[in-house]
C-alpha cells in the first residue's frame, strides 16, 4: 500500500511542481526515488511530528500541496493539537498520509498499534478521512487527493496486503464501492478487513446466503445515501473494521441508521474497547481480538438467525 502510495504521487510531482513531502525520520527506502528526482520537494523533520505538521501548514499557506508521512500513531496523536489548529481550523490543502492501519504493527505493540486514528479524525471539522483496502483503491485515492481541496488524512495498511479489485475502480472519495451486489445481509468494510470481508462475504454466499459487499473507503464524508439503500434492501447489515470498536467505521454507519429509523439487525465487527496485551504477527492478533475471517463468519451466522 504505502509503496503504490509514494510511486502515485511520484508521477504527480512530474506535472504539479507544487507538491512537496515531508517525512518524520520514517520510510527511507521507498523515498529513495522521490528524494533524487525531487530533492528540493523533500523534508525529512526527523522524529518531530509537530513540528512537521507546522511547516505544512506553512508551505500550504504559501500555496504548496503538502503531503506528510510516519506511521499512524505518530502522525495522528502526537501531534493532534497542531493537526485541529493548524490544519483544520484554516482547512490547509496538506495530506497527511498514515502508514500501519489498524494492528499492522503488529510486533511493535500497542504503541504502534493505530486503533483510535479514525475515531479522533473524523471529530474534526474540515478533515476528510479515507481508508483504502487495497493497492488500487490507494492509487485511485491518491490521483483524487492531488487535486482535493482542504485537509485529508489517508490510512494505509503496510505492504502486502491482498488485492480485492480486479481491475481499477471507479472511485470517487466521499462515494462507497458496490463490490458485491445481494439481497437481504450487507456487509461494510474498509481498510485492511476488506480483504478478510471479500473471504467472509464469499464463504456466506457459498452457504447460500445473498450478499452485498461494499468498500466504504471514505469515512468522512460518509456516503450515507448508498447505507440508507442498504437499509431499504437489507434485514441485517455488519460492518468490519481494524478499529476500535467505538467512533470508527461502524459507528458512523449506525449514526446515519439510527437517524434513518432502521428496523433491521445492525452489527459492528471491530477490536473491542481495551488494549490487547498479546504480543505476535498480526494475524495472530487478528485472531483474538475475533476479526479472522472464521470467527467473522461464525458471528454474523449467529446473529443473522435472530432476524
Known sequence: MR??????????????????????????????????????????????????????????????????????????????EQIRVDLCYQNLNVKMVGVGGGLSYALEGMTHHAIEDISILRSLPNMTVVVPGDALEVEAIMNEAATYNGPVYIRLGKDGCPQVHRTMPDLKIGKGIVIKEGGGLSIIANGTMLHTAKIVSDTLASR????????????????????????????AIFTIEEHSIIGGLGSAVA????????????????????????IGRVEYLREKHGLAPEAIINDILRDYKQC
Open 208 to 235: 447460500g446466503l445473498s450478499v452485498t459487499l461494499i468498500s466504504m473507503h471514505t469515512v468522512k464524508p460518509l456516503d450515507g445515501e448508498l447505507i440508507k439503500e442498504c437499509a431499504r434492501n437489507s434485514r
Open 3 to 80: 509503496s503504490t502510495a509514494i510511486k502515485t504521487l511520484e508521477k504527480h510531482c512530474a506535472t504539479d511542481s507544487s507538491i512537496f513531502l515531508l517525512t518524520a525520520d520514517l520510510g527511507y527506502r521507498i523515498f529513495d526515488r522521490f528524494r533524487n528526482a525531487y530533492p528540493d520537494r523533500f523534508i525529512n523533520v526527523g522524529v518531530a511530528e509537530a513540528n512537521m505538521i507546522g511547516i505544512a501548514a506553512g508551505l500550504a499557506l504559501s500555496g504548496k500541496n503538502v503531503y506528510c508521512y510516519s506511521i499512524v500513531p505518530f502522525l495522528t496523536m502526537r501531534c493532534f
Open 255 to 278: 449514526e446515519v441508521l439510527a437517524e434513518s429509523s432502521y428496523a433491521g439487525l445492525f452489527r459492528r465487527i471491530a477490536i473491542p474497547d481495551a488494549y490487547g496485551r498479546d
